[in-house]
């Protein structure tokens, strides 16, 4: 806790003794990865001691008109950005845990009439974006009752969050949180090639999905293979299992990583030179109490399988697997991650037959309307590479089939925001103008806007980017 500033530490220890003073407590966390991980170590801290406790897992449009029934409300990983204490009652006490920017200053706990305590990075100086999210805030508040063996989960949060996104490393106080969990023994920090499914996919396959810039391997796993080939890397190891990149010596991945180099320089324009290193090497985490080549060892694969859990509402199936709780959480998991899969594809699909894609300016966008307001923003990552890289993409559709307003996500490459620009404060902006919200990364961002300003939105966001790019 020394690492912190001094009144940051009193907070923390002000929150202990909130915590160590009350019997009827519920938490209210994100519906996703970051969420979901300070969700589980704040039940994790509650279960050690002794304390019966409820937690739901919630999106933030649910959280204007929340109704406070308990006697202490934890809110992690969301609850700065909304006025969740408007309907506190005089004998409430508010604990809020998040890293997104506050509505409330540091001093409001002092101007209400009820007990009010708000732990967040950004009343410190403290970047919330790449400093510290939810789950590294509870982890500190886990630190705090002496449980530093769920440093590993706040690792996960930080990876689930992109909390390192911006160079490839852990900043800040996700630094030191990591390095706890190396010293704890839960966790390996390894420099490594930037391709997603490190322990699971067929490394031809892994490299197909490297979408930050259009190569020729690209969605193109004979051009993958042929690579391999050129490289001189086996695809298969002696038993003929197809090779992951967790398989590949160093010599191999130094090849693969001066070829990708080599690839990318030829197709970006000279100010994003500069940047193709981090956009190809960075370091990757194992959870090294998880099995080898599972969806559970390397963190990036492990935060999307709790996103898929949060996707098809089944955080508790998450929850489980994070508490340790996994004789029938693993097996809930795979079913899950394989409809997951099987609903992407299948809409993917639907998008690249009708052409879906309409580029602008200085976007491109698509009409989701078929798709799930959950899984909206996952599926517009994953076309980034059926369009234009050099320019951000937006998926659109209906929340839910009770509200008709829409969701936006936002998706676009890494480089893009190595030169700068933070969509995530853009969308913002622009969602705020036509009676919407917004916010998030630089890199992954999002908004809910009326359905009927979605025309104006897309053009005011279009001028908004005018000189950006």
Request: charged share 30%; proline share 3%; with cysteine.
């Amino acid at each position: 806790m020394e690492d912190l500033p001094d009144g940051m530490k009193d907070l923390y220890s002000q929150a202990k003794n909130m915590i160590l003073s009350n019997e009827d407590i519920k938490i209210y966390s994100h519906n996703d990865c970051d969420g979901i991980s300070s969700g589980a170590i704040l039940s994790i801290i509650l279960d050690r001691l002794g304390k019966d406790h409820e937690i739901e897992f919630i999106s933030l449009d649910k959280l204007e008109d929340l109704e406070i029934k308990n006697k202490l409300t934890i809110f992690s990983d969301l609850g700065s950005g909304q006025p969740v204490e408007k309907n506190a009652k005089s004998d409430s006490e508010i604990l809020i845990l998040d890293h997104h920017p506050p509505l409330r200053d540091l001093y409001y706990k002092d101007t209400v009439d009820f007990k009010f305590l708000e732990i967040n990075p950004m009343h410190f100086g403290i970047n919330g974006t790449y400093y510290i999210c939810g789950g590294g805030l509870c982890y500190y508040l886990a630190k705090e009752f002496g449980y530093k063996d769920l440093s590993w989960i706040g690792v996960l949060s930080a990876v689930g969050d992109m909390q390192n996104s911006h160079t490839g490393k852990m900043e800040g106080l996700n630094k030191l949180i990591l390095q706890d969990a190396i010293d704890e023994g839960y966790v390996k920090k390894i420099g490594d090639l930037s391709l997603y499914g490190r322990e699971t996919r067929p490394l031809f396959v892994a490299l197909s999905y490297f979408s930050d810039v259009n190569l020729p391997i690209t969605n193109s796993k004979n051009e993958c293979i042929e690579l391999l080939k050129k490289l001189d890397i086996e695809r298969q190891d002696a038993d003929g299992v197809f090779r992951k990149l967790s398989d590949l010596s160093h010599e191999e991945k130094s090849r693969l990583f001066s070829e990708l180099v080599k690839m990318l320089s030829k197709e970006v324009p000279p100010k994003y030179v500069k940047h193709i290193p981090k956009l190809v090497y960075a370091d990757s985490y194992e959870f090294l109490y998880e099995e080898n080549h599972t969806s559970l060892r390397d963190a990036s694969e492990f935060s999307t399988a709790m996103n898929a859990c949060a996707r098809n509402n089944e955080e508790m199936v998450a929850l489980e697997i994070l508490k340790g709780n996994r004789t029938d959480a693993l097996d809930a998991l795979e079913l899950i991650s394989r409809e997951h899969r099987r609903y992407l594809a299948l809409k993917i699909k639907d998008l690249d037959e009708n052409n879906a894609i309409t580029e602008l300016d200085n976007l491109q966008y698509f009409n989701g309307n078929n798709i799930k307001s959950e899984v909206v923003g996952t599926i517009t990552g994953m076309i980034l590479s059926q369009g234009n890289w050099q320019k951000p993409i937006i998926g659109y559709t209906e929340i839910s089939e009770e509200n008709d307003d829409l969701k936006i996500s936002l998706r676009c490459s890494r480089l893009l925001a190595y030169e700068g620009i933070h969509f995530g404060n853009i969308i913002r902006e622009v969602a705020q103008s036509v009676g919407g919200n917004g916010g998030g990364h630089s890199v992954a961002c999002g908004a809910y806007i009326p359905k009927e300003k979605k025309d104006e939105f897309i053009n005011r966001f279009n001028e908004k980017l005018e000189g950006y790019l």
